[in-house]
């Protein structure tokens, strides 16, 4: 917070209040309730206005706090929370930083007069958004419901996926002005306490000024800051965190964002789609194997393309040579250049279609489609086969939007290669990058796992996906403490 | 110096490493220049240097049985003194970064004449000694990884050729065996050795293994399925070009080119050899890793990034000085550095036992002295 609150609560009302409205100062949006218990003792009330649930606290708090008919002595803090007031979350507080951040929190805070404490009704009220599926982790079959903004209900969702007392929810706040709840989700007795305590540490040295979305944690929480690969693994949906947990992962959940977190992440979780696991293997391996196949034909085609013109025309089927041939011959712009211009055209398309209002979006998408590139076609600045490849290669990146980031900058660099050195150079990158990728781990755990090192267990969810009655221990790529899956 | 402690590597990760080099750094220049001498039976030729090389892996994994902390540091240092192992370690330093040289030079020859329009420069070559000091820097648990992967596109590709070059075998060219002079044998191994020998650089990896000493059998078991890969790739060459596979200067580029397939859909057959190609570097980038792994022992540098500098620095040197002129390269290795070679691969590793008997011996007076 921004101010050292860390005081202990007075036993006098006044000095409470003056104590609180100096915190507060000018907020409108506090609400502060003033009451007398008995006619006789002091009360107030303090909320935040669109936070609460305003019934609760009416009916199990304020109500049967003005119905007290008989109090022979001052009352204590234990006495209404055990006689009077009756809401289901409740708490004492006997210092004002507490106070504060319950009420920040969207908690009511009672302050009685005469009491060194007060009491917390956690009574949140605010509108959340509906448990809707996710754009990016839509599925055919199986659960649809997603995550929200709302890190309780979050929790609450992952709470009903896994019901056992073992599943351990601890909070954490990160952010100096934000005081964002960070919740750390994972399952006693299976997750590694080494990993655990790892991700802990991190959090609690965490000492930014705001947090505002779960991303903001998946970079305090990377390993390799400047890597090109993300390091922390993203769902949105709660049955894909539930799932991960019970691979011996931790889950962050983080208040404000709908993306949750997982750790140790590997490389290959963005090949594995959810729906993966509600169909048949077979068809799941078909549908790993396309995948990985779009991911390589987004990387290297432009590149091979542009090399294979500039380079190797031989790598070209004859029959598919001349037609190439014949489309390009009367292009003004070398081919890598060419490759380069349709790239970044459909680079800037994009970039302004996510932030275009929707209604323009439609007019963008002919303007860009077909006015663009036909224009461009029959103007002949740019060539039929340059668009093909470029639109192959964007749509193939899509398959796995997740590493939509890493190979859309690999793409570039590996157009970059072809240009200059032809095959060779996109081999030697090739080669780097395998290295570079081999290299990294993720919270002890290596990148490419199962693959590289080789875990055969592993290989059973790999790219050829086994029956889930096959699996029958955890993944041995990521430490836990309880192998076991079923017997 | 490298954190020895964690950069290690498994078992089956350095059958991965030999399946990715070895195969494929024996099947470019390689076949010609055996069948110049042996003809038809260059795989006889093959089939002994592989089981020399083989015997020479299973000296080093005793030593390794017997001892898998001792690396030939510690080995030669203990048993000999500090400065004859300086002198032994810049001699094998020396011979790894030309073994590095080898298929580098050899790669830029075959894209030169199969893959590129234009001629490429030698200075092509100077990126992928940059990769090998990035990759000697990382440490051997990353070349493992990597070889994890590479290993499989390696067995891969080999069959994909193997499968696309089977209509045009004709196996009787391979007959009469042994029809020439065993002098001839003598003869194209002394010329030939240089391409061999890789399972020397398990003498860098002593030390180095995290792994059960009960895997060493199925090790051996990989070795030896490569050593087949091998005798089978000279049989199916042969097999295919008979007298005239002395001509066959790119093999891997000629054995699966007849099949009928290829005229319909264009040279799909280059997807597997460029695959192959990768692994060639591969197996530069291994050589210059135990290049500077002996670098090291020779002058143990206290910062880990100086070895890969100096080495790549040394290996852009020689490739600069040898420009384009191959041929008096492979002149330079068929002469006298395959000679050298056969002292260093063959001869040297078979005193590595006894050296670590006199280290262990040594070791054992010191503590009970103490």
């Given at each position: ?56 606290v009416e009916h199990f708090v304020i109500k049967p706090l003005l119905s007290i008919d008989f109090l022979d002595k001052r009352p204590t ?79 609450i969702q992952l709470r009903r996926k896994l019901k056992t007392p073992d599943l351990r929810i601890e909070r954490v706040r990160v952010g ?312 | ?128 000694f940059l990769l090998a000091a990035f990759c000697a820097y990382r440490g051997i648990k990353s070349l493992g990884r990597a070889a994890n ?222």
């Amino acid at each position: 917070m921004c101010k050292n609150i860390v005081m202990n609560i007075y036993d006098k009302l006044r000095k409470n209040i003056a104590q609180m409205d100096d915190i507060f100062k000018n907020s409108i949006d506090i609400i502060k309730r003033d009451l007398k218990l008995q006619e006789k003792i002091d009360v107030r009330v303090y909320m935040i206005d669109g936070m609460i649930d305003k019934m609760e606290v009416e009916h199990f708090v304020i109500k049967p706090l003005l119905s007290i008919d008989f109090l022979d002595k001052r009352p204590t803090l234990d006495y209404i929370i055990e006689n009077i007031i009756s809401p289901s979350e409740i708490a004492t507080a006997h210092d004002f930083d507490k106070c504060v951040k319950a009420i920040l929190d969207g908690d009511s805070v009672i302050f009685i007069d005469g009491v060194d404490g007060a009491i917390i009704i956690g009574a949140k009220g605010y509108k959340v958004r509906a448990a809707t599926e996710p754009p990016s982790s839509q599925v055919i079959k199986g659960p649809r419901e997603g995550f929200t903004e709302d890190v309780k209900h979050n929790s609450i969702q992952l709470r009903r996926k896994l019901k056992t007392p073992d599943l351990r929810i601890e909070r954490v706040r990160v952010g100096k002005y934000s005081q964002t709840n960070v919740f750390i989700c994972h399952i006693a007795g299976i997750a590694d306490n080494e990993i655990l305590n790892k991700i802990k540490n991190k959090l609690e040295n965490v000492d930014i000024d705001g947090i505002l979305d779960s991303s903001y944690i998946a970079q305090m929480l990377d390993e390799s800051k400047y890597s090109l690969f993300k390091q922390v693994g993203t769902c949105e949906k709660p049955d894909i965190l539930a799932s991960k947990l019970l691979e011996g992962r931790i889950g962050i959940l983080v208040d404000g964002s709908p993306i949750a977190l997982s750790l140790p992440f590997l490389l290959f979780e963005d090949y594995q789609s959810p729906q993966d696991y509600y169909e048949r293997a077979y068809r799941a391996t078909l549908s790993r194997f396309l995948r990985i196949l779009s991911v390589i034909i987004c990387t290297f085609l432009p590149g091979v393309y542009v090399a294979a013109q500039l380079y190797h025309l031989q790598l070209i089927p004859l029959k598919f040579l001349t037609k190439v041939m014949g489309s390009v011959q009367n292009i003004p712009l070398s081919p890598s250049l060419e490759m380069f211009l349709v790239i970044l055209i459909f680079e800037i398309l994009k970039e302004s279609s996510v932030r275009m209002p929707k209604y323009v979006g439609m007019a963008l998408s002919v303007v860009g489609a077909l006015v663009l590139g036909d224009t461009a076609v029959n103007a002949g600045i740019i060539s039929t086969p340059s668009i093909l490849i470029a639109a192959i290669s964007g749509i193939c990146m899509y398959t796995i939007p997740d590493q939509e980031d890493a190979l859309s900058v690999l793409r570039l660099l590996f157009l970059l290669l072809g240009s200059t050195v032809g095959i060779f150079g996109i081999m030697l990158g090739t080669l780097f990058l395998l290295v570079y990728l081999v290299s990294l781990s993720s919270y002890g755990t290596p990148y490419l796992a199962p693959f590289a090192p080789m875990v055969t267990s592993d290989l059973k969810d790999g790219i050829v996906k086994q029956p889930l009655t096959k699996m029958k221990k955890r993944p041995f790529s990521i430490k836990a403490t309880n192998r076991t899956r079923q017997k | 110096m490298n954190d020895v402690k964690n950069d290690k590597i498994k078992l089956n990760q350095i059958a991965m490493i030999f399946f990715t080099i070895i195969p494929i750094t024996k099947f470019i220049i390689l076949p010609s220049a055996i069948s110049k001498i042996m003809l038809n039976d260059s795989w006889i030729v093959a089939g002994i240097l592989m089981a020399l090389d083989i015997l020479i892996a299973v000296i080093i994994l005793t030593c390794y049985k017997r001892d898998s902390s001792m690396s030939f540091l510690d080995i030669s240092k203990n048993a000999i003194g500090k400065y004859p192992t300086k002198v032994i370690c810049i001699i094998y330093f020396s011979y790894f970064m030309l073994k590095a040289v080898l298929p580098a030079v050899e790669l830029k020859r075959m894209f030169a004449g199969a893959m590129y329009e234009t001629i490429p420069r030698v200075s092509l070559l100077i990126p992928l000694f940059l990769l090998a000091a990035f990759c000697a820097y990382r440490g051997i648990k990353s070349l493992g990884r990597a070889a994890n992967i590479l290993g499989w596109i390696s067995i891969l590709s080999i069959v994909i050729l193997m499968l696309l070059s089977t209509p045009n075998i004709d196996i009787t060219n391979i007959l009469p065996i042994m029809n020439r002079p065993y002098r001839g044998v003598t003869d194209s191994i002394l010329s030939v050795a240089a391409w061999f020998g890789d399972f020397i650089i398990l003498l860098t990896l002593l030390g180095k293994i995290s792994d059960s000493k009960k895997k060493i059998a199925k090790s051996l078991l990989y070795y030896i399925i490569i050593g087949i890969i091998v005798v089978l790739l000279f049989i199916i060459l042969i097999s295919i070009y008979g007298d005239i596979t002395a001509k066959q200067v790119n093999a891997i580029f000629k054995i699966s080119k007849f099949n009928t397939s290829l005229t319909k859909l264009g040279r799909y057959d280059y997807i597997p050899i460029i695959f192959l190609m990768a692994c060639t570097m591969f197996a530069s980038i291994m050589m210059f890793y135990a290049s500077n792994e002996f670098l090291n022992y020779a002058f143990e540098f206290k910062h880990k990034f100086i070895a890969p500098l100096i080495s790549c620095i040394i290996a852009i040197i020689i490739i600069l000085i040898i420009n384009d002129q191959f041929a008096k390269l492979f002149e330079f290795v068929g002469k006298f550095f395959s000679i050298a070679s056969i002292a260093l691969q063959y001869i040297v590793p078979l005193f590595i036992p006894l050296l670590q008997r006199i280290s262990i011996k040594k070791l054992s007076k010191c503590d009970a002295k103490k």
